[in-house]
């Protein structure tokens, strides 16, 4: 069955061919396929955002089994170059998926163009949450049947987790927010998190950008407009604006 569940054919023949693909080497084992994230949202930038999928199995897949998973991802790498550099994604026995543990995994996970096995971190409370209410069903139940309800104080502290697993060191070592294309992403990123700790939802980067906009006075106002224009127009260099927004969001966050 050929799938169309975006506006972009470009996108649905790569879903197509992943669905496909996992399908024939999972076998029995292959309990469902997702799309979450800006797809399912509607706030996607085709220019920017992540294809984000994810697939279920009954149980955990045999280590035999990866070596062909990762062919799979690149065979589809160079069918689908432009659309395949944008997949983002991991594959999750359906008993993992109901509730995020900490402890759980690893599980195989592609990501720029790169398979390898990993964990998921406090951010996958806040994907489980967008998986459950907005996702995208390819194959299999709904996501609703398979995840627990995730409540409002549980976002907040997956972004507090976030925050401090990942944003808070880079206050001491910034080197990866000289490239003016991410300190983009980490304004934007800091403007979803402030709107999940004031508000306890989630909400897009523009929907959140657009709030932020009026914290403080407007104090960032200029800084997310710039993030907003990524890629379109050249980014400014921002690092002072975004170590400012990244020490208020901490300071918001009790971190």
């Known amino acids: 069955m050929t799938l169309s569940p975006t506006p972009y054919s470009g996108v649905n023949a790569l879903l197509h061919d992943l669905r496909d693909g996992a399908q024939r080497i999972l076998a029995e084992n292959f309990a469902g396929m997702y799309l979450y994230g800006s797809l399912s949202s509607g706030d996607f930038n085709p220019d920017s955002s992540d294809v984000d999928f994810v697939v279920t199995t009954a149980v955990p897949i045999p280590a035999g089994q990866l070596p062909q998973l990762e062919a799979l991802h690149r065979e589809l790498t160079a069918v689908h170059p432009h659309w395949a550099y944008h997949l983002e994604g991991s594959y999750i026995p359906v008993a993992d998926l109901r509730r995020y543990e900490a402890d759980g995994g690893p599980y195989p996970q592609w990501h720029e163009g790169r398979f390898y096995l990993g964990k998921h971190g406090s951010d996958w409370i806040i994907q489980r949450y967008v998986l459950r209410e907005m996702g995208l069903v390819l194959a299999g139940p709904p996501p609703k049947s398979l995840i627990d309800p995730v409540s409002p104080d549980d976002l907040r502290?997956?972004?507090?987790?976030?925050?401090?697993?990942?944003?808070?060191?880079?206050?001491?070592?910034?080197?990866?927010l000289h490239d003016r294309l991410y300190q983009a992403f980490g304004i934007l990123t800091m403007c979803r998190a402030l709107h999940t700790l004031a508000t306890g939802a989630v909400a897009s980067k523009p929907v959140a950008a657009r709030w932020a906009k009026e914290l403080e006075n407007g104090r960032w106002s200029s800084a997310i407009d710039a993030a907003l224009a990524w890629p379109h127009e050249p980014q400014p260099d921002d690092l002072p604006a975004l170590l400012d927004l990244l020490r208020y969001t901490l300071e918001r966050a009790g971190l």
């Not at 502290?157 to 990866?176: H, K, S, T, Y």
């Open 157 to 176: 502290r997956a972004v507090r987790g976030a925050l401090a697993e990942w944003w808070a060191p880079m206050l001491n070592d910034p080197a990866w």
